[in-house]
């Protein structure tokens, strides 16, 4: 079924193309642009128009920083413990850990991990940008690779693979813990979980 | 916690001013228009922008319509019947009775509803259009009015009100059917509603 306005139809459109959104959340969404005055609706136009012209990667750490700021604020700042990379999927794992606040060292962001069913092979995803900054050439001096890579087969798998590729460098490589959730009780945690909580137990 | 980059932070913002679109979803929003090509986020953003110039209220029946076709393909069609007049709350309505493909009369849209509380009176919404189209001067002819309103002490205000202005016009005023939904099972249906399909009943 059709509104009566083609440029309806294209907002709804648009808006079901983006990931969750179904026809009927884009086409409360339009309804709402529509009721909205101007302004609102070229705040959103004129921010994802600037998100693709001004957001680049990190030349470093591969993670999005605007255009204005290469390497990125976290690369440069002199408060980073530079001796350690925290390797991750995605920008919005960097967030989530600067969020705890706890982390002090520089990231990595590889964008993907290998997935061979999916065709991702190591070099489509940022791992040689990871040893160039391990050379001696590149910054240097980095005593420590934590992998922090998602809990799942392609991201064990990425963990493996740069590891093997990793240790023969020198650098330490590390894995962040699995175990129990801060706050979860152990009768609701699945058996995998528990068996890696258990095999990473530590002295108290 | 500030991603590394204000052209992202902005685009969350714009997103999270979505209705039903909190911080996290903007966040997953902004991520993936970030890792789409340059296209699509400029089809969006020219939807918006589209839909702020091109969309208005056709002069006649007060729903959504490009600039170009005033009135709108439903008040200018030869296919349907001019002489009843659906009235309804907003645009949506519309559509949820141009879905039925069973309606072949004409619509109003009120734009709103009379609600006090929330400072909106009669002259607020559209009737005063409304009138207008009864006026032997508007196009005329028209024999029913059907107030599609939503069952809501606000919806049934304005019907009320509607009903008392219009029905010394001469034209005959009617509501659509409060009852059971088609495939709702009566143990689970509200009392209110049970009330309304037991005085509506009719001859089988």
């Known amino acids: 079924m059709q509104y009566s306005s083609s440029s309806i139809e294209a907002l709804i459109d648009a808006f079901s193309r983006l990931p969750g959104v179904g026809r009927k959340t884009a086409r409360r969404l339009a309804m709402y642009v529509l009721q909205q005055p ?5 705040r959103l136009a004129r ?3 600037d998100v693709k ?3 680049i990667r990190c030349s470093v750490c591969q993670n999005v920083t605007d255009r204005e700021e290469d390497p990125c604020s976290i690369c440069t700042s002199q408060g ?3 001796t350690v990379i925290c390797v991750v999927e995605s920008p919005v794992d960097v967030l989530a850990f600067e ?7 520089l990231y990595h962001v590889l964008h993907g991990v290998i997935s061979p069913l999916d065709g991702v092979g190591p070099d489509d995803i940022k791992i040689r940008e990871l040893l160039g900054r391990l050379s001696p050439e590149g910054i240097g001096g980095v005593r420590e690779i934590v992998l922090a890579l998602n809990p799942t087969i392609e991201g064990e798998t990425t963990s493996l693979y740069l590891s093997r590729l990793l240790k023969p460098l ?3 490589v590390t894995k962040i813990a699995r175990g129990i959730p801060v706050g979860a009780e152990l009768e609701f945690i699945d ?3 528990l068996s890696r909580a258990m095999e990473g137990r530590s002295a108290v």
């Open 80 to 82: 980073r413990d530079r």
């Open 53 to 55: 012209d001004r957001v």
């Open 191 to 193: 058996e995998a979980t």
């Open 170 to 172: 020198g650098v330490e």
């Open 38 to 42: 101007r302004l609102e609706a070229e």
């Open 47 to 49: 921010a994802l128009i």
């Open 99 to 105: 969020k705890t606040g706890h982390y002090r060292g």
